[in-house]
């Protein structure tokens, strides 16, 4: 009877070892990439369609999402899911220390001159029809500074609301002229 029993025990073990791992145990999800544990593969994303695959010999290849073991599960969805939310708040951050530093430029450029002397030089500078990012670098940071309000920027700069950028990017050392000049 001891014998039966451990007989049937062993089987059980070996049955269970034998079986093919779950989607869920053979893939696992990281922060860029996904591992194959059954055989040791290493998927990163490539752009939203493709990955590349690097196989444990360091032999690598791109394939299509459609290619890929775990294509069309729930675990990988997720996975794409997390990960384009990544890189949107990426983008996202990205984009607001890129403004801020636009910003940042701006008021250094203008820390010595008054609100006052900046109006003049904007509308010297409106008269004389200088570029568009000039004088919006200039009107960005009498709004920013509280002197001038985005509605009367929209009169002052003789454009309508949706073409104002108050981010817009401007590098006076790429134009010939200095700003401001008094």
Do not use: W
């Amino acid at each position: 009877m001891k014998k039966i029993i451990m007989s049937l025990f062993s089987v059980a073990i070996l049955f269970s070892c034998a079986q093919q791992q779950s989607e869920e145990d053979r893939f696992e999800y990281e922060n860029d990439r996904i591992v194959d544990t059954q055989t040791g593969d290493e998927y990163m994303i490539d752009d939203q369609d493709s990955y590349v695959v690097i196989h444990p010999d360091g032999e690598q290849e791109t394939v299509t999402y459609e290619e890929t073991p775990f294509y069309g599960t729930e675990a990988a969805d997720e996975f794409l899911e997390r990960y384009n939310n990544r890189m949107m708040e990426r983008k996202e951050t990205l984009m607001i220390e890129q403004k801020n530093k636009i910003k940042q430029a701006r008021k250094d450029r203008y820390a010595e001159y008054s609100d006052q002397e900046l109006v003049k030089q904007f509308n010297k500078l409106h008269q004389d029809l200088a570029p568009y990012e000039q004088q919006m670098d200039i009107m960005a940071e009498l709004v920013e500074r509280g002197a001038v309000t985005e509605e009367e920027a929209v009169e002052l700069m003789e454009v309508d609301q949706a073409d104002l950028n108050f981010d817009i990017y401007y590098d006076p050392e790429e134009n010939a002229e200095e700003v401001p000049a008094q």
